[in-house]
């Protein structure tokens, strides 16, 4: 990759994986909403996958259940990110796991964010 794509390709990626500075997830029976800033998802555990708008593109939403984890997955023509977020009392770690055709291999991260009240 030449150097003005890699410096594009970089600043894409930075893009998508920097993390919200808050996150808030309800979870009410099978509905779970997702929420940072102005922005706000909400999907049908274990339902049909929802079209989302964002500054990428659309992709197909999904949630799940493993266990106590929350795993959210988004599929577009572009890849795949899969998004597992697990809580306890104190704090909540987001595993994230991004797929593309213009990765070489799978980019995996984790953030951790703290309980506020």
Known sequence: MG???RGRARKRL???TSPPQSLIIDIEG???SIG???RRLELEIGGPPVEAKGSEGKAQVGARMEG???IVVARSSKGERTT???ANEARMLVEVTMT???LSR???YVSTYNRSE
């Open 100 to 102: 593309a055709t213009e």
């Open 106 to 108: 799978p980019l995996k």
């Open 84 to 86: 597992a977020y697990d």
């Open 3 to 5: 150097r003005f794509k």
């Open 14 to 16: 930075s893009d998508r």
């Open 30 to 32: 099978s509905k779970v």
């Open 36 to 38: 940072s800033g102005d």
């Open 68 to 70: 106590q984890r929350l």
